[in-house]
Structure formats: C-alpha cells, structure tokens
C-alpha cells in the first residue's frame, strides 16, 4: 500500500494506495492514493482511545490529521462517498508504525 516516500516541509510523506470494486454503482473499480506523515505517539494514543467509542471517527480523525494539505479537500470528499475508506486508510496507517497481529 506505501509506495513513494518525499520530504515535504521537513515531514516525510508517504503514499499509500487503495482500490476496490464499487458494487454499488455497477462495478467501477476506484482507486485512491493519499499522502500521509507518520502520526506522532500523542494522536496514536488518542486514535486507540477514540477507537473505543466510535472506530470510524477515530480512523478518521487519525487520517485527516496525517495527510498532506494538497490531498485533505480530496479525501474528505471521499470519506463522504465511501464511508469504509477512513477504517481502510487508518488501520494502514495503524499497520505501518507496527501495530497488527502476531497470528497467535
């Protein structure tokens, strides 16, 4: 899903890619791709306790927090028009500074 990491304002920026099919609107593939700094421990800490309360909102919150300016207006569009997108986005974001499942 991270593809292209770039040096923006002295934060580093990764893409991260996603597409599915839209079953809803006769079977379009979308694809998005956002670009998103690595979350600081103070907003990783505040997801995990949003999370408790309402997972959708803290992922989103966590995403529009980490994105780059350029990409915001976009894919808060997109959360609106695909509300499983943040959950997505989020949990990569989540997966990607080591939180996941050891299988056990």
Known sequence: MAEETKNTEAQAYTAFDHSFEDRFSGGDTVAVSYRFRRPTPQEVG????????????AMRNLCIGCVHAEDKAKMVADFEAYPGLPVTMGTAIFGSIGVGSLGN
Do not use: I, N
């Open 46 to 57: 505040r997801a995990q306790k949003q999370v408790l309360k309402d997972s959708s909102q």
